[in-house]
């Protein structure tokens, strides 16, 4: 049985790519798109999961429909407030919930080898983390640097728990998809992890993935590293901004 989706936020970049490429993929149906200002969708809907790429305010609508029909909620929507993160954590005990700065695999990796680095290299080593995006982005450091700051943090030792925001450089030019450097500098030598996005499919690929993954799943709180089959021992909690 296809997973039926209620997508939010249809009309925006990451919407309009995600409506195109579920309705290509056999394991779904889109049930219904929506966008600011439409009709809520019908009460008597079955909705599974609804995967939301829109804004704060959308992001509340989201989780208001999915409360409404008992279905599995994916947020990639950027700069939630403080008000809105409480109500999805407070929603995680009743409906399954992932909130996602980014959905690619690569970077889901990308995290988990900075903790490792961290770790191992320990306090003799500087790190920095650089972003560059397209111009257009306006929020900075982005969602995903400061989902790699806190994976430092949490997973790196002593070194990752003083990485400090003010080793966060943000860049943005032209019309690049998304690149994000973690370098760590040391007596005598250098490493430096890097992803670069080349194309928003990825993107995409990554939260149908994730939508495939919470049908599946009781209520709770889930991770994109739970969902692209990465192990974490810890969650990693950011304020929320796409790419």
């Given amino acids: 049985m296809s997973i039926r ?11 309009a790519q995600i409506s195109r490429m579920a309705g290509e993929d056999s394991r779904f149906y889109v049930m219904a798109h929506r966008d600011a200002g439409d009709a809520d969708p019908p009460r008597d809907a079955a909705i599974d999961v609804v ?4 804004s704060d305010a959308g992001a509340r609508d989201a989780l208001r429909f999915a409360l409404a029909h008992g279905a599995a909620l994916l947020v990639g929507s950027t700069g939630l407030t403080d008000q809105t993160r409480r109500a999805l954590d407070d929603a995680a005990g ?6 996602a700065p980014n959905t690619s695999l690569g970077v889901a990796v990308l995290a988990h080898l900075a903790g490792e680095a961290a770790r191992l290299l320990g306090p003799a080593f500087d790190i920095d983390i650089i972003e560059t995006h397209h111009t257009r982005k306006t929020d900075a450091p982005s969602g995903t640097a400061l989902r790699l700051a806190a994976a430092l943090r949490q997973r790196g030792g002593e070194a990752g728990a003083r990485f400090a925001d003010q080793r966060i450089h943000a860049i943005r030019s032209g019309d690049v998809v998304g690149e994000h450097e973690v370098r760590f500098a040391g007596p005598g030598e250098r490493l430096t992890l890097i992803h ?3 194309s928003r499919e990825l993107f995409v690929r990554g939260a149908l993935h994730a939508a495939a993954f919470l ?3 009781p209520a ?3 991770t994109i590293e739970q969902a692209l089959g990465i192990e974490t021992s810890k969650r990693i909690n950011v304020q929320t901004s796409r790419d």
């Fill in 5 to 15: 989706l209620l997508i939010n936020g249809a009309r925006g970049r990451m919407g």
């Fill in 51 to 54: 995967i939301d790429f829109s």
């Fill in 94 to 99: 009743r409906i399954a919930l992932l909130v």
């Fill in 196 to 198: 670069s996005a080349t």
């Fill in 215 to 217: 049908a599946r799943k």
């Fill in 220 to 222: 709770g709180r889930y």
